[in-house]
């Protein structure tokens, strides 16, 4: 068998990568280890920088009919359990954004989404239930674990799109180094209230709960525990899981009490890495095969949709042009490292925010949050770099005004391009069409 690209690993990443590539009509193949729908939890929020590429996939009425729109994200710190919340509140409308909110949806909807439009293209091929075994300079081996039969494809490009453990990063020959946190989360989907449509974020010193509500007045949840925890918890009655979520948010009661086992509740362990190298010759890889992201700022799975985007693009454009020197693939990183790099220092800083049970950091987070919801710079900057819809990074100065040195600044967002303000433009994005440097 005969392919242009071949994508090992058929989640959001690679979908997003075939799809882009089958609508400019290059010959691709998606292997996807998996036979359908997998029942593990993973992200469900996309922001607003993914729905702009979603968009331009053709696929956004579809997301937006199985979405919930989040515009904004309520923080409450709770002193103790009996005192009067305290909330901040920011917001995606801030943004200058034809998409000024970000959108909830079930993972394995978003993926479906993806597939059945990319089934559209004839130059798109899907082999489910098979397994990328080895890769050989041009030529890749694949396991059909359903007629139990092995058979090679021949490509011109192949990208690893596998996630966390990947055969293309192994065969490149990278390592990443892993960093795990001090906590771990729990994390279930549950009816919630029909009023409850922000995304809430419910907090003590030492408890935390995060609500992001979904399509059908579901809401997905998740509760930060201790690492290790998990097993001494699972042995107690449900009633305490119940518990734990009721004295954060009232507002659950009837609700959260639908969950009936321990097993319909996910373990998630955070952890990040960042591989130094996306490509090697002929290969690339995208997603969580190059970077694993802490999930508290909801970033992973919009990482793989704009690691999808750039590089398509730039496959795209090789092929229009018919310069498929390996070596253009070089501006996929220089897109994309920085980018995810600020975004990876930002989740883990909210990461530490929360990790540490001590009541000065709980006192200084909520100081620091009331303030960058009135400073509009910080405010705008939280919003933005979140987004991905552009890069204007945090200076000492307003760190310094989020912990209550400085004052807060009031006056209107003024942007000129020096400062990185403003939303990336199509040449940032893909600056290779700027400069006709493609080879
Ligand atoms: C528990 C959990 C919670 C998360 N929460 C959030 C969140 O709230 N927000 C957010 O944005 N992100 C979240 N993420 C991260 C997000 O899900 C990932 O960043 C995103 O799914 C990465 O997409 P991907 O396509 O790179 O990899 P994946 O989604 O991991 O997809 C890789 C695919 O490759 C397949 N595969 C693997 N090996 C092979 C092989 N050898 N051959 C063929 N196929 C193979 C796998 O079956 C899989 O379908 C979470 C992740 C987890 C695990």
Redesign the pocket.
């Known amino acids: 068998m005969r392919t242009s690209i071949f994508i ?7 979908l997003t990568l075939g799809l882009k590539a089958a609508r400019c009509g290059i010959d691709v193949t998606v ?4 036979p359908g729908p ?1 029942p ?6 996309l922001q607003p920088k993914s729905l702009e590429i979603l968009d331009s996939l053709g696929v956004i009425e579809s997301i937006f009919k199985h979405g919930h729109k989040i515009s904004d994200l309520e923080m409450t710190e709770l002193k103790n359990l009996k005192a009067v919340p305290e909330h901040s509140l920011m917001s995606y409308s801030i943004l200058p954004s034809r998409y000024p909110f970000s959108l909830m949806i079930h ?1 394995e909807t978003l993926k479906e989404i993806l597939l059945d439009k990319a089934k559209e293209y004839p130059s798109f091929h899907y082999h489910p239930h ?3 075994k080895e890769i050989k300079d041009h030529t890749v081996t694949l396991e059909d674990r359903k007629e139990k039969q092995s058979y090679e494809v021949e490509c011109d490009f192949i990208v690893g ?5 990947s ?1 293309t990063r192994n065969y490149m020959d990278i390592s990443v180094k892993e960093k795990n946190y001090n906590h771990h989360f729990l ?1 279930v989907t549950f009816p919630r209230p029909e009023s409850m449509v922000k995304g809430k974020i419910i907090s003590t010193y030492q408890s935390f709960l995060g609500l992001f509500p979904l399509p059908d007045n579901e809401v997905r949840s998740v509760y930060l525990i201790p690492a290790g925890e998990y097993k001494s918890l699972r042995k107690k009655p449900i009633s305490e899981f119940h518990n734990l979520y009721k004295k954060l948010c009232p507002e659950l009661e009837g609700y959260v009490d639908q969950i009936k086992e321990w097993k319909q509740i ?1 373990l ?1 362990v955070p952890l990040k890495y960042h591989s130094d190298t996306y490509v090697k010759d002929h290969l690339a890889i ?4 190059a970077h ?1 992201v802490h ?1 508290m700022a ?7 949709i704009q690691d999808g985007d750039v590089l398509g693009e730039l496959l795209c454009d090789m092929h229009k042009e018919g310069k498929l020197d390996p070596v253009n693939l070089e501006w996929y990183p220089k897109v994309r490292k920085k980018r995810v790099s600020h975004q990876m220092h930002l989740s883990h800083l909210s990461a530490l925010a929360y990790s540490y049970p001590y009541r000065p950091i709980g006192w200084l987070r909520k100081n620091s949050l009331q303030r960058m919801e009135r400073d509009t710079v910080s405010h705008y900057k939280q919003m933005l770099n979140i987004s991905g819809l552009g890069l204007w990074r945090e200076t000492l100065y307003d760190r310094m005004i989020q912990g209550g040195v400085l004052p807060i600044r009031t006056d209107k967002i003024s942007c000129d391009k020096e400062q990185g303000c403003t939303i990336f433009t199509q040449n940032q994005d893909y600056p290779w069409k700027e400069t006709e440097a493609l080879r």
């Open positions: 090992s690993g058929g989640g959001i990443g690679g292997a996807e280890r998996l997998s593990i939890y993973k992200g469900e929020l993972h098979t397994i990328c799109a596998e996630g966390r453990s055969v994390t996910q998630m995208i997603g969580d095969a694993t999930p909801g970033e992973g799975m919009n990482m793989a």
